[in-house]
């Protein structure tokens, strides 16, 4: 039987406050979309992706910018990398953040390796809350879980040339910045999942931690509790990506 098109499969939470553009983010990576018009999540939604993960894939952009220090030359040609690329299969639960379902969503903290924590950079009271999220999540998750901050909706915190539209911005960057190394968490990413911007380095960065992690042993991965889990028994069936779905083996959609 055909190995699955994956080396590794991350349980990851989209959490937040309702309206923060969740769901738009997670479309965004897997479908590579913008849905204007997004019905509000009731309960959770899931969406999955492979991502290559560690080398050569996360060293393309050192080996393409090394050069000669003694002269100044040109870059060093580039080298056959023996290393084979490893594939991580994102498994993406996106919640709801209406506190009606908070009883809901806060099971699905359970077995989850990674997490983005959301909130919207034009209502400061998203950002009030990620505080109470990042305590609820910290409370039921594994205290390893790799947490990154987003702050999304970083279209609407550009003004317009003419400055016809306004800079909607109520969440400095300095600020968030600051909160997320207050808490103990991987970093800070604003996002737009309208244009895309930043959307796939989110999330990637979560999956590079991950999988830094996996090598340093920090998962059992024959439990499934630990988030994070290995290809399944030899023999077993898989479905690999059609033909023009092969965006696959270099972070597309499944």
């Keep these: 039987m055909s190995s699955p098109p994956w080396d590794y499969i991350a349980k990851l939470v989209c959490i937040g406050d309702s309206g923060c553009g969740k769901s738009s983010l997670t479309i965004r990576l897997c479908e590579g979309r913008f849905s204007p018009q997004h019905d509000v999540t009731i309960g959770v939604e899931f969406g999955s992706r492979i991502v ?14 090394s050069s000669s220090a003694a002269d100044g030359g040109l870059p060093d040609p580039p080298r056959a990398s023996t290393t084979p690329q490893k594939h991580m299969k994102l498994s993406l639960w996106d919640t709801a953040g209406q506190e009606t379902y908070k009883s809901v969503t806060r099971s699905y903290f359970r077995g989850a390796s990674g997490a983005l924590l959301v909130f919207d950079i034009t209502r400061r009271s998203t950002f009030e809350h990620v505080t109470d999220w990042l305590n609820d999540l910290r409370a039921i998750a594994d205290p390893d879980i790799v947490v990154i901050l987003v702050g999304n909706k970083l279209d609407q ?7 016809s539209v306004p800079d909607k911005r109520e969440v400095s960057a300095d600020e968030a910045h600051d909160w997320a ?8 990413v604003e996002t737009s999942a309208k244009s895309g911007e930043n959307v796939e380095e989110a999330f990637m960065r979560v999956a590079e931690r991950i999988f830094e992690n996996i090598n340093a042993g920090k998962y059992d991965l024959n439990d499934r509790r630990s988030g994070v889990k290995g290809p399944g028994p030899a023999g077993a069936k898989n479905v690999r990506l059609s033909a023009d779905a092969g965006r696959g083996a270099a972070g597309g959609c499944c």
């Design 52 to 65: 290559p993960v560690g080398p050569p894939h996360s060293k393309k952009l050192l080996s393409s910018t």
């Design 157 to 163: 915190a550009q003004p317009s040339p003419d400055e």
């Design 181 to 188: 190394r207050r808490n103990g968490v991987l970093q800070y």
